[in-house]
């Protein structure tokens, strides 16, 4: 009854909820020395943040393929729904710039593409230093979209140390461009893409074992993570996201998966996002000391 009474409580606040924002929004630019160069991130502190004493729980808010960090403030059709996500679920929030087309790991090939570490180390480690976060996997989940849908699932799996939980709404699980439903020329410019930040592939075996979520089942079985992704039905992602949750469920992994109607557009992450909240406060809680 409580976590009925709970959600009922969250999704009047998102209806009715006012538009003016009780958060507090710093936008910071930090020196990446894995890549040599300077990048922003916006991070949202709740309510109360500024007159209290405790630690907050940290979530980190990944953006797409050809995003950067400002799209989880500037592209859902509610602007205020992210500083209304830190108010209502009294947690911080930290969207970091993901490249364009980085797929948020350490690329073999490119210095200026090493946005694992940069997220996993160098953006947590400023985070922590700066803010009155907990500093430890208790309090530290991830989740984002799209390719940052593939990031949050990869970094919290290689770095289970860091994370407690992670999510992904319409994500690439699979970074094949063969296995999803686009346009050939689409598919080229992203497998070229794969070849300069990777390297060249065996054409016989996986592709990109170990860089792609797909050829991980047993790392993210091991990493012990809670683990959410949904996926709109009529998505280009949406069998990559069924293949995953049917490795997931053979191999016995615990995951919360969920399709519902949508497409690959801002419209279907603002509704996802709400339930990824609702999902991190549970394991939050249950982390509490």
């Known amino acids: 009854m ?48 500024q007159h209290s004493q405790k630690n907050y729980p940290v979530v980190y808010l990944l953006h797409g393929g050809s995003g950067n960090y400002k799209n989880w403030t500037e592209l859902t059709p509610d ?49 922590d230093k700066d803010y009155r976060s907990i500093k430890t996997r208790e309090g530290r989940v991830i989740t984002g979209l799209s390719m940052g ?6 970094i919290a799996t290689k770095h289970p140390d860091l994370y407690c939980a992670a999510g992904s709404m319409s994500g690439v699980m699979n970074i094949n461009p063969s296995t999803w439903k686009v346009p050939a020329d689409f598919a080229k410019i992203r497998i070229e893409n794969f070849k300069k930040m ?12 170990g860089f792609n979520l797909i050829t991980m089942t047993e790392q993210i079985k091991a990493a012990k993570l809670h683990l959410i992704f949904d996926c709109g039905v009529d998505d280009f ?8 949750h049917k490795l997931l469920m053979a191999n ?4 919360d998966y969920t399709e519902r109607p949508g497409k690959h557009d801002w419209p279907y992450w603002e509704n996802a996002l709400p339930y990824h909240f609702l999902f991190f406060q549970k394991v939050l809680q249950a982390k509490k000391p």
């Open 198 to 209: 990777i390297g060249e592939r065996e054409e016989s075996g996986p592709f990109y074992p």
């Open 79 to 127: 602007k205020s729904l992210v500083a209304r996500m830190s108010d209502l679920f009294d947690v911080i929030i930290v969207m970091p710039d993901g490249g364009p087309s980085s797929y948020y790991f350490d690329s073999p090939l490119l210095k200026e593409s090493q946005y694992e570490t940069f997220i996993s180390k160098e953006v947590r480690e400023k985070v």
């Open 149 to 154: 849908g593939h990031g949050a699932v990869y």
């Open 237 to 244: 992602l949406i069998e990559p996201n069924r293949e995953m």
């Open 2 to 49: 409580k976590n009925c009474a709970f959600i009922l409580c969250v999704l009047v606040g998102l209806v009715f909820g006012q538009k003016a924002q009780a958060a507090t929004t710093d936008t910071l630019a930090i020196q990446s020395l894995a890549m040599n160069k300077t990048l922003k991130v916006v991070v949202i502190t709740p309510q109360g943040y």
């Open 252 to 255: 016995g992994t615990p995951h």
